[in-house]
């Protein structure tokens, strides 16, 4: 099966600097690539997602970067605000049928320090 | 927006009890997935349901089974409760046509 990992698991920024979160997927045959925001208690929320077909999508302040080759794509946030601190979590699927799980990374707990 | 309802929001239940857990997907959803959040942890996948059938299966319990109704609503039945088995527990919907998944709100499950 599909094994996502998923650096660093922790990281601190100062307001205004930007972060990166980076992740690796095993199944060359995923394709589609989301990101997710969970605040302390609350339902992981989607932020951005990225389909194998295109190598970069950005929405304003966030951006996410694929590396099919690599197997590797990671999470831009700049400009960062308190507001952004919370975990963040990448995931992988294959749509080789349909309802197919997502495979999750281990979490990067993000603290932007005002 | 109408997004995903869970019920209940909290549960309480003592060891080797049951508890059955809901989930209401976004109107016109016909995918529901389930997860199981332990504290610190990423979400782990238990099992999904496209139009009323099982879709795929993760690691999910021989204690629990869930299914889907002819409305779209799902549930989870979870038996012999255990302490391990206190977590969060997600349900996320979506579309046959896309992947995306959009979580609900959770059901917090406490094992005494």
């Known amino acids: 099966g599909e094994n996502v990992e998923q650096h660093p698991s922790t990281l601190s920024v100062q307001e205004g600097d930007s972060a990166v979160i980076k992740c690796t997927y095993s199944d060359s045959a995923s394709n589609y690539f989301p990101w997710y925001k969970q605040e302390l208690g609350k339902r992981p929320q989607l932020i951005i997602d990225?389909?194998?077909?295109?190598g970069e999508k950005k929405d304003q302040r966030i951006a996410v970067t694929l590396n099919k080759t690599a197997k590797h794509f990671s999470l831009h946030i700049t400009e960062t605000q308190p507001e952004d601190s919370a975990v963040y979590f990448c995931?992988?699927?294959?749509?080789?049928?349909?309802?197919?799980?997502?495979?999750f990374g281990t979490g990067t707990s993000l603290t932007v320090i005002p | 927006a109408a997004g995903v309802i869970q019920s209940p929001r909290h549960l309480i239940k003592e060891k080797r009890e049951t508890a059955t857990l809901k989930c209401y997907p976004i109107?016109?959803?016909?995918?529901v997935y389930w997860y199981q959040q332990g504290p610190g942890q990423d979400p782990q996948f238990l099992i999904s349901?496209?139009?009323?059938?099982?879709?795929d299966k993760g690691s999910i319990p021989d204690r629990f089974s869930a299914q889907q109704f002819s409305d779209y609503h799902s549930e989870l039945n979870m038996s012999s409760l255990e302490l391990g088995d206190s977590a969060l527990y997600f349900c996320?919907?979506?579309?046959?046509?896309?992947?995306?998944?959009?979580f609900g709100p959770g059901t917090r499950l406490t094992v005494l």
């Open positions: 990225i389909r194998s077909n295109v």
């Open positions: 109107p016109r959803h016909d995918t």
């Open positions: 995931a992988a699927s294959g749509r080789r049928w349909t309802g197919n799980q997502f495979y």
């Open positions: 996320a919907s979506g579309t046959g046509f896309t992947d995306t998944q959009y």
């Open positions: 349901f496209y139009e009323k059938m099982q879709s």
